[in-house]
């Protein structure tokens, strides 16, 4: 195929773009890594741009002694993975029966949920409710409030619309109840989506943070975004427990591109597990048989 002088253009000009937007996703993060790794001296010369200057492991091994960092890291992984199997569970139970078009009100429940994602309820009450239920101060709290996105939902029940009608049928005709059916039928054929949306549940509870602030005042049981928090906006690092004789070895930079690092690995690691169904899950809905 012979492509025109405005095609060979245009792939030309998609080609530098692209590669543009890719150095500007991938320059940041490796600049990041880069300021982990390297000396206090190098850091406050400023002389690291994309790779470490006088290579230390000094910055990881002062925040890995921190007992508060990895007491916030259990906290996040308690969170994202109980978390995460609640958000499924959930989601999965309501987006189900309203897929299926013998059962009666789910457009009124549809609509009950559109409205969430329009109407927020305001802080104040549910900062009540949840004291109400005696859930301030627990990990629970983070759970349980976000146990149902409103937007994962419609996803998920638009997979779940597209199954066969016939494959269902046939497995109630050969006598499986409702709960077999889901479990033995609708949920293997539901991979893709269950992993696209596990990898957005993940993310979101890893990443969980305002409501951390708003409803956690022990500090055993904040998470890990939150100390975070501390000390990247602590430039004396007053607010963490790395304390002042530590510095003198290393930079406070270099402890924040540390805490950063630490925080974002363990979610990247996820997806490659889940890579071939998260790139199927992301078509879910926009083909229509």
């Known amino acids: 195929m012979i492509l025109t002088k405005g095609q ?3 792939q030309l000009f998609n080609t530098v773009f692209l590669f543009i937007l890719g150095l500007a996703m991938v320059l940041p993060p490796l600049h990041v890594i880069a300021q982990s790794f390297s000396s206090a001296a190098a850091i406050n010369s400023r002389a690291v741009s994309l790779w470490p200057v006088g290579f230390t492991l000094e910055n990881y091994h002062m925040i890995l002694k921190d007992p508060s960092i990895w007491v916030a890291f259990r906290n996040s992984v308690l969170i994202t993975v109980f978390g995460t199997l609640i958000n499924l569970a959930a989601t999965a139970s309501l987006a189900y029966p309203l897929s299926r078009p013998e059962y009666l009100y789910r457009k009124s429940v549809l609509i009950f949920v559109l409205i969430t994602m329009i109407f927020h309820a305001p802080l104040i009450p549910n900062y ?3 004291k109400s239920l005696h859930m301030l101060n627990t990990l629970w ?3 349980i409030p976000s146990a149902i996105s409103a937007y994962n939902l419609f996803v ?3 997979f779940f619309v597209n199954l066969p009608g016939e494959l269902l049928d046939s497995a109630k005709i050969d006598g499986r109840s409702e709960f077999r059916l889901i479990w033995n039928v609708v949920l293997p054929l539901s991979k893709p989506v269950m992993a696209t949306m596990g990898i957005m549940y993940a993310v979101a509870n890893w990443n969980m943070y305002s409501q951390a602030i708003y409803y956690i005042d022990n500090r055993a049981l ?5 100390r ?3 000390i990247v ?3 004396d690092m007053g607010a963490s427990d790395v304390t002042s004789e530590l510095l003198m070895f290393v930079s406070p ?3 924040k591109m540390a805490v950063i690092v630490i925080a974002t690995i363990p979610i990247l690691l996820v997806y490659p597990f889940l890579q071939k169904h998260f790139i199927k899950g992301m078509l879910v809905g926009s083909i229509k048989s």
């Open 8 to 10: 060979r253009a245009f």
């Open 128 to 130: 009540l409710l949840l």
């Open 141 to 143: 709290v983070l759970i």
């Open 156 to 158: 998920m029940r638009s």
């Open 222 to 226: 904040i998470p890990l975004q939150v």
């Open 228 to 230: 975070l928090r501390e």
């Open 233 to 235: 906006i602590t430039d």
């Open 253 to 255: 930079e270099g402890l």
